[in-house]
């Protein structure tokens, strides 16, 4: 039989383990809009075993996108059916019914990405003294309490570093690689816990664990390793370089890479050893581990084990 099909529409396994009613799914706003998808909040009942209503994030695809981005959310479905970790994000289900849009239905993080949520922290306010104060909400009450609304501390910083890396650490042990580890496609719930996400172009690797892109398609270049701006080629180790550029981003609060330096000069750029320099505020030894992410020989980069060892020791220690 012939399938109805419109432009959002399109042919996926039904799984009945995760099909989720379309009756029991309430679309609110938007929360997220690309070139070719968009995120919905969306209030769900009786969704994977939590009874009653909960808030949860909806994936779609717009009516412009074309057979890859349709492809890259339904390997993203598939994919997150296999994968469990606290810093990662939970699948809760799928609308794949021909009656309508493919809806994929992940788990609600309140303060949306990392990214947005690094440079929000940033904003500061100068109160009536003429103090910077940071950013603040104000209560009113006789005497005005004021709370910020975007707090972050240098051990907040490392412990989303070392969340990130506890996820790719799993991530890497299953063979899967992201390809687009960036602070934009981690998430961060309401208890701050950050959640490795847009698993559209991860990949699983198998025989050599190595994945040789074929087509040039989205090139987040300015977290791409050498070789895989070169050669196409994906590694965990390549994931270990791009997990280099969050940590700069972090510690910079959400700044974009490379500042100054243009796309197309920088394989040139790195290939005659250049690195960014390290950022004000940032310890010595968290700058050592950035620079050991982007080891030009990717063997001589550290894993997400190691990563997260060294990781935690520092919040251990402190620093
Ligand atoms: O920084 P944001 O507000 O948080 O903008 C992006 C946007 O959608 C495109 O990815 C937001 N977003 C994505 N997934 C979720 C989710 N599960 N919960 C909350 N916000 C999300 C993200």
Request: charged share 25%; net charge neutral.
């Amino acid at each position: 039989p012939n399938p109805v099909s419109n432009s959002n529409t399109f042919i996926t396994d039904f799984d009945q383990k995760w099909e989720f009613p379309r009756e029991n799914l309430v679309l609110k706003q938007e929360i997220g809009e690309g070139e070719f998808g968009k995120v919905l909040k969306a209030h769900a009942t009786d969704i994977h075993n939590i009874k009653g209503e909960s808030i949860v994030a909806v994936k779609t695809v717009k009516n412009n996108a074309g057979t890859t981005e349709k492809n890259d959310l339904l390997s993203e479905y598939n994919l997150l059916k296999d994968v469990n970790h606290p810093n990662v994000v939970k699948l809760l289900g799928a609308c794949t019914t021909q009656d309508g849009p493919f809806y994929l239905i992940i788990e609600y993080a309140k303060y949306g990405s990392l990214r947005s949520y690094l440079r929000k922290s940033r904003i500061q306010d100068v109160n009536s003294n003429g103090l910077v104060t940071g950013n603040f909400n104000r209560i009113e009450t006789r005497t005005p309490i004021m709370l910020p609304l975007y707090p972050i501390s240098p051990k907040d910083i490392l412990k989303f570093a070392w969340q990130i890396s506890k996820g790719m650490s799993y991530l890497a042990e299953l063979k899967l690689v992201h390809r687009d580890l960036a602070a934009r496609n981690v998430l961060l719930t309401e208890d701050k816990m950050c959640k490795i996400s847009d698993f559209g172009l991860t990949r699983d690797v198998y025989e050599d664990n190595t994945y040789l892109k074929k087509t040039k398609g989205r090139v987040p270049v300015k977290w791409m390793a050498p070789e895989s701006l070169a050669d196409h080629i994906y590694t965990s180790r390549s994931d270990v370089w791009s997990f280099g550029i969050l940590l700069w981003e972090l510690v910079t609060l959400g700044a974009v890479p490379y500042p100054g330096i243009a796309v197309q000069d920088l394989f040139k750029l790195l290939k005659e050893g250049y690195r960014m320099a390290k950022p004000e505020h940032c310890s010595h030894e968290l700058y050592d581990i950035m620079v050991a992410c982007w080891a030009d020989d990717q063997h001589r980069r550290p894993n997400f084990k190691s990563l997260t060892t060294s990781l935690e020791k520092m919040l251990e220690k402190g620093n």
